[in-house]
T-cell receptor, first 112, second 113 residues
Framework: GENVEQHPSTLSVQEGDSAVIKCTYSDSASNYFPWYKQELGKRPQLIIDIRSNVGEKKDQRIAVTLNKTAKHFSLHITETQPEDSAVYFCAASMGSNYQLIWGAGTKLIIKP | DGGITQSPKYLFRKEGQNVTLSCEQNLNHDAMYWYRQDPGQGLRLIYYSQIVNDFQKGDIAEGYSVSREKKESFPLTVTSAQKNPTAFYLC????????????FGPGTRLTVL
């Protein structure tokens, strides 16, 4: 069936180090892959997205890479800061109406 | 964070009751969505609407109902048929379809007593 698997469920990194979160998806026709950040008690907000005609996209300390052959995409955060602590969700558009299917989330903890 | 609002923030329901969650947006967005968020799980789509007076079921529509009489409003009713309704409910909207940026409301936490 349609699904998105996200790993790890929890990631703890030292402040200043890099963090990588990976998602795999089931539908080879998926064409849109956003990443959302949800801080504690707040609403999810888009931080970066990528479409299937692009292999990589960067925005300052954040980057997303897409491997269509392997059906996986990853979020990379460099030079992590305390304000990066949050839950991160990946999603992929799937199905006849290309609705988003979401990963289970990764809790990112930045250690001082 | 303005633009899309949800009310109430917290809602308590007795078993057997129907309750309605409000979602309003002033972004002039055509499409609106309702998601359910449970601990340790991703967002699951309940219903979505791409245009006024039209809506489609998502993956977990059973026990829920919606209406879209106005572009700005997309209320969700949790009926007594929903066996496990305790969850955090998020409303979202996009200017176009699901492959546009989704703007979320602050959410409603529903608890069944």
């Amino acid at each position: 069936g349609e699904n998105v698997e996200q790993h790890p469920s929890t990631l703890s990194v030292q402040e200043g180090d890099s963090a990588v979160i990976k998602c795999t998806y089931s539908d080879s026709a998926s064409n849109y892959f956003p990443w959302y950040k949800q801080e504690l008690g707040k609403r999810p907000q888009l931080i970066i997205d990528i479409r299937s005609n692009v292999g990589e996209k960067k925005d300052q300390r954040i980057a997303v890479t897409l491997n269509k052959t392997a059906k996986h995409f990853s979020l990379h955060i460099t030079e992590t800061q305390p304000e990066d602590s949050a839950v991160y969700f990946c999603a992929a558009s799937m199905g006849s109406n290309y609705q988003l299917i979401w990963g289970a989330g990764t809790k990112l903890i930045i250690k001082p | 964070d303005g633009g899309i609002t949800q009310s109430p923030k917290y809602l308590f329901r007795k078993e057997g009751q129907n309750v309605t969650l409000s979602c309003e947006q002033n972004l002039n967005h055509d499409a609106m969505y309702w998601y359910r968020q449970d601990p340790g799980q991703g967002l699951r789509l309940i219903y979505y609407s791409q245009i006024v007076n039209d809506f489609q079921k998502g993956d977990i529509a059973e026990g829920y109902s919606v209406s879209r009489e106005k572009k700005e409003s997309f209320p969700l009713t949790v009926t007594s048929a929903q066996k496990n309704p305790t969850a955090f409910y998020l409303c979202a909207s996009t200017s176009g379809g699901s492959t546009d940026t989704q703007y979320f409301g602050p959410g409603t936490r529903l608890t069944v007593l």
